[in-house]
């Protein structure tokens, strides 16, 4: 065995075909291992792949309360440790949910998962972190009322996000189903000015969540911070989007800062008709804060970077701002990693400009705390649990950016999902118990020796407003997927962890699947026994079907999917009464996924005829075939596409090698192989699609009736 094969082995502490005592039999794919609320990302991906857009949308907010805003914003860490990165790109996932949102539909109201409960909880603060912990105590059953000190709901998201990245209606869509579930959210209502914590407690709650952001600027104790014209970061981006402020048109803009705050306030200044942006920050280019990605949209709007400087003092001619004095930055942070700046004092230099905006972070408002026992450590951060988020205070918990420091919409939203089971257990007298893992193990690395076997199927670039019809607005850039881009994108997913796995009980160790696998993913050990490699196959099926002993199956039961969907369709079709009697098995991949063909499939059947839609032919097994014509089928259909617009290596080959062989088989029986084609679509249309139906139709039906109809199975 090959060193790689032996790596493989060790990473999982066991071999990999190995049963889980868990329903859903596969490996956390490394997406979801990285997402802070733990989103089926394998899950939704593949039904959008598939055309299932609304069960895609329905998946997804079984764990995310906010997707629209998440599709937008999300940081998506899940691509940062997308296995397909070995290959060619990361998947577009957070690209996909979005899609998912836009084009899946789920009006039904979210259920409780609990029994109502007396108790009622106050959530001070309706940012990600408030909405989802709200959006998850009333899923539990509790009476939900939100506090938001602002006009509108949202937080940062309403009062800070620039309208080109977060469209307040796409926020607002996620805040209303939020509120279906019977959450109420009182605004303008601050804590400390239109209330306080004893005053919730007198009137009824029985704990109380702080979700307070971050909503203050922090500023800077350098020379000429006080001149007109020297600007806090979040003040600017609140009047941004709501239209007032300083009028800053022709102006030269310098910015202070590297991260994305920093980002979004010097694109925001650009199209509020900046002649120029600068910004400035301590950090190297590859040190800075900020997205790489927001930093190259910057780049491309026009914001000049200015990297490891340092601000000394804000110039003025006379009582206004004239440009910003700097430092040439030695170091960011000290050798034990702390953000601890030097500078080359003696190197300075100038920025000329008229305007200063401060972006170098946020704070929290805690001056309510005068009249509670809530406790501050040495740094005035809030004290708390790390566990429960408790605070000092009895009943009073903490989350979000209040307790962690800035960090990710997605973060505080896990943040908000903690302290929401905290405040259950504390309302049910439980100790809160340290997360449970559900079973599974982890996807490990993909080889190199795998990697080199997988097609190179290119990321779908997302479509985007051109560079010149993005400034002097702040209309949404990226314009999302269309369909056929995002099921192109969706099925370059590679199923981590969602493959074959072996039946050792039943393993002849012949070999087949060893010879058959176009990735290499079952290897002969060295005891003589064969191991499937959860973490290299990529969920082809060839090796299932091709074994002899029948045992390897789907780690997610595709097998017995396509068995039963098989098995549904000759039924109904029989039942209709009409002849004769055809079954079509189809891909549902590529344009086959779009909802043209998804339409089709659901809504035009023909007298008689049922279309199964399969997640690639290459997973059609010759038992599938002989079980509709067992069943009593006239005739079977199986369409296809062409090999290179498959993500799988010799579908096509596969897939006529066993229509050919049951053509064989029904001949040797005598009801005929005619009664079973198969056709390969270039560039298919529901038109082709509907003609291909009508031929085999009009075919079959010049031929007898299958004996196999009246027959008892």
């Not at 000015?193 to 009824?204: A, H, I, M, V, Y």
């Not at 490699?533 to 780690?555: K, L, N, T």
């Not at 001949?667 to 085999?696: A, H, N, W």
Request: proline share 4%.
């Amino acid at each position: 065995m090959n060193q790689e094969a032996n790596k493989a082995i060790s990473m999982h502490g066991t071999k990999t075909g190995a049963r889980l005592l868990v329903a859903d039999n596969s490996l956390r794919p490394p997406c979801q291992g990285a997402c802070p609320i733990q989103q089926d990302v394998r899950g939704y991906i593949n039904l959008i792949a598939e055309g299932e857009f609304d069960e895609a949308l329905r998946t997804i907010r079984k764990t995310n309360p906010l997707p629209s805003v998440c599709g937008l914003i999300c940081a998506h860490p899940c691509e940062s440790e997308c296995r397909r990165e070995r290959i060619d790109h990361p998947l577009a996932i957070a690209a996909l949910k979005r899609f998912a949102t836009e084009y899946g539909h789920d009006d039904g109201a979210e259920p409780q998962t609990g029994v109502r409960r007396a108790e009622k909880i106050a959530i001070i603060g309706s940012g990600p972190a408030g909405l989802t912990a709200a959006h998850d105590l009333a899923r539990m059953g509790y009476g939900v009322t939100v506090f938001e000190r602002d006009a509108a709901p949202g937080g940062a998201l309403t009062a800070f996000i620039p309208e080109y990245r977060l469209p307040g209606e796409v926020l607002q869509r996620d805040i209303e189903r939020i509120v279906a579930l019977g959450v109420e959210i009182k605004t303008n209502n601050e804590l400390g000015k239109d209330f306080t914590l004893s005053e919730l407690k007198n009137e009824g709650y029985s704990a109380v969540v702080l979700a307070l952001g971050l909503p203050l600027s922090r500023g800077l104790n350098i020379t000429g911070v006080e001149l007109d014209g020297v600007l806090l970061a979040l003040p600017f981006l609140r009047e941004a989007k709501l239209g007032g402020g300083e009028t800053i048109a022709g102006k030269k803009m310098l910015v202070i800062g590297g991260g994305n705050v920093a980002v979004d306030v010097a694109r925001s200044a650009l199209r509020l008709g900046a002649g120029e942006v600068h910004m400035a920050c301590l950090e190297a280019r590859d040190e800075m804060p900020a997205f790489a990605w927001e930093i190259e949209a910057a780049l491309e709007e026009g914001v000049k970077l200015h990297c490891s400087k340092g601000p000394k003092s804000i110039l003025c001619s006379e009582t206004e701002v004239s440009g910003l004095e700097c430092m040439e930055v030695k170091a960011v942070f000290d050798e034990e990693g702390r953000f601890n700046p030097t500078f080359y004092e003696e190197k300075v230099s100038a920025l000329d400009g008229d305007v200063v905006i401060i972006a170098i972070g946020q704070a929290a408002e805690l001056s309510f705390l005068s009249d509670t026992t809530i406790k501050l450590d040495g740094r005035g951060q809030l004290v708390f649990d790390l566990d429960t988020l408790a605070t000092s205070e009895e009943g009073v918990f903490a989350c979000g950016e209040v307790i962690s420091g800035p960090g990710t919409a997605v973060r505080a939203m896990a943040s908000g999902r903690q302290a929401a089971l905290a405040v259950d257990c504390y309302l049910r007298g439980e100790q809160m118990a340290a997360p449970q893992p559900d079973g599974r193990m982890d996807v490990g690395e993909l080889l190199a020796t795998t990697a080199e076997e997988i097609k190179r199927l290119e990321r779908q670039e997302m479509p985007a407003l051109a560079l010149g019809e993005r400034l002097g607005n702040f209309n949404l850039i990226e314009l999302g997927y269309t369909e056929i881009l995002a099921v192109k994108e969706a099925q370059r997913c590679l199923r981590c962890g969602a493959g074959a796995e072996y039946l050792e009980d039943k393993c002849a160790a012949c070999l087949t699947c060893v010879r058959v696998c176009p990735y290499g993913a079952p290897i002969a050990t060295i005891a003589g026994s064969i191991d499937i490699r959860a973490d290299q196959c990529q969920s082809c099926g060839i090796c299932i079907v091709e074994c002899p002993a029948r045992a390897i199956i789907f780690r997610q039961g595709e097998d017995r999917q396509i068995r039963e969907r098989v098995e549904a369709a000759v039924t109904e079709a029989s039942l209709s009464g009409a002849e004769p009697v055809v079954i079509g098995l189809c891909c549902s991949y590529g344009a086959f996924a779009t909802s043209a063909f998804t339409e089709f499939f659901r809504n035009s059947h023909k007298p008689g005829t049922r279309i199964v839609r399969i997640p690639c032919v290459v997973k059609i097994d010759t038992t599938h075939l002989l079980k509709a014509f067992e069943l009593g089928a006239d005739g079977v259909f199986v369409i296809g596409c062409l090999e290179e617009d498959c993500p799988y290596q010799m579908s096509a080959f596969w897939a006529e090698r066993r229509v050919a062989a049951v053509k064989k088989n029904l001949d040797e029986i005598g009801l005929g192989g005619d009664r079973l084609e198969m056709y390969t679509l270039s560039d298919p249309t529901v038109q082709k699609l509907d003609e291909i139906v009508t031929g085999v139709t009009t075919r079959v039906r010049q031929l007898a009736p299958s004996p196999m109809r009246n027959r008892s199975v």
